[in-house]
């Protein structure tokens, strides 16, 4: 039977980049192919994304066509999945406000998610208080539409938990209204939160360590040659260190016996590479030059898709006009249920 509901968001303030893309966006792909559901929803987070930007709300306005060409770009299709502007639909507003209620402070302030973001934005002083809610939003974003599935990287996985308490909390005292959901993380353990160029923990815009789907060949090579591998590492022979050198953590997350094949025939697979990496004897360079090339051959296709769509930006909106007017379809029909548990649903017949 098909009765999965699938639904995913990403904040408009950038370019999607790779680890957007094998933390979510391909399984995303292989849901909409595989067809096993009921119902699909991608949409731009632009109200969340404001809960940081609210000072610049022209980067985020940009940034809303971008990553809608960066959905079709990677083939998320129309046909298949309902895509939508989260401001667009003011239920998701209205839900938020009532979820407020069930969740407390000093539960907000735990989320781990949350921490590391008001780290690096040096919020801990003074945390604007849409920003420390925006886990309740995402609670909206998640139950409005019924959702079963979402397919994200584990840094969404506190926001999945909180949604969860919500909904039981709802349910215990307004009665059996909401369902639960679950994440779905990609297989690979690195792919669930690929590290930035530079090693740091996260592949994160506000930290510029970015592989972008709509950066060039030539910005690519250049992001993949200047990569950080073993500081000790200097001459050719020396023995070199796998362990948190980032381009063995790309390969990993990326590569396949195929791509060796084709583009460094002299290894089998990525355990010899290493082997031989660890005694000495093998350079940077050759490394670095096989990792652009694995990054190209699955990158080339999204950035030519890419500057083909970016010709028709008519239809690109379009789309998304289209889908955010389905979706609010489906918000309203949902509102009336989620009014008419909480009994505040006046003047329905
Ligand atoms: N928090 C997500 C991000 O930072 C975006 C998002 C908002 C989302 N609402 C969601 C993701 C609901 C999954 C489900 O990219």
Known sequence: MKEDIILTGDRPTGH??????????????????????????????????LTDNFDNPKKIRENVREVMLDYLAVGLD????????QSMIPELTEYTF??????TLSRLLRNPTVKNEMKEKGMEESIPSGFLNYPV??????????????????????MIEQANEIVRKFNSIYGETLNECKILLPDNEIC?????????????????????????????????????????????????N??????????E?????????????????LDEL????????????????????????????????????????DYVEKVLKEGTEKARIVAKENMKKFKHAIGIDYFEE
């Open 98 to 103: 009532y979820f407020m209620n069930l969740v």
């Open 137 to 158: 939003s995402q609670a909206a974003d998640i139950t409005l539409f019924n959702t079963t599935i979402v397919p994200a990287g584990d840094d969404q996985e506190p």
């Open 274 to 313: 290493k082997n031989h990496y660890k005694q000495g004897g093998l350079g940077d360079v050759k490394i670095k030059k096989f990792l652009f090339e694995v990054l190209n051959e699955e990158l080339k296709p999204i950035r030519e898709r890419r500057l083909e769509l970016a010709k028709n930006m």
């Open 16 to 49: 999607l980049h790779l680890g957007h893309y094998v933390g979510s966006l391909k399984n995303r792909i292989k849901l909409q192919n595989e067809g096993n559901y009921e119902r699909m929803y991608v949409f731009i987070a632009d109200s969340q994304a």
């Open 242 to 251: 796998v362990e948190g050198n980032i381009v063995f953590t790309y390969l």
């Open 253 to 269: 997350a990326l590569s396949n016996e195929n791509h060796f094949k084709k583009y460094l025939p002299e290894y089998h697979n």
């Open 192 to 240: 669930k939160r690929l590290p930035g160029l530079d090693g740091n923990a996260k592949m994160s815009k506000s930290l510029g360590n970015c592989i972008y789907l709509s950066d060039t060949e030539e910005e690519l090579r250049k992001k993949v040659m200047s990569m950080y591998t073993d500081p000790n590492h200097v001459r050719v022979e020396d023995p070199g």
């Open 78 to 85: 129309p046909e298949k999945v309902t895509f939508f502007v």
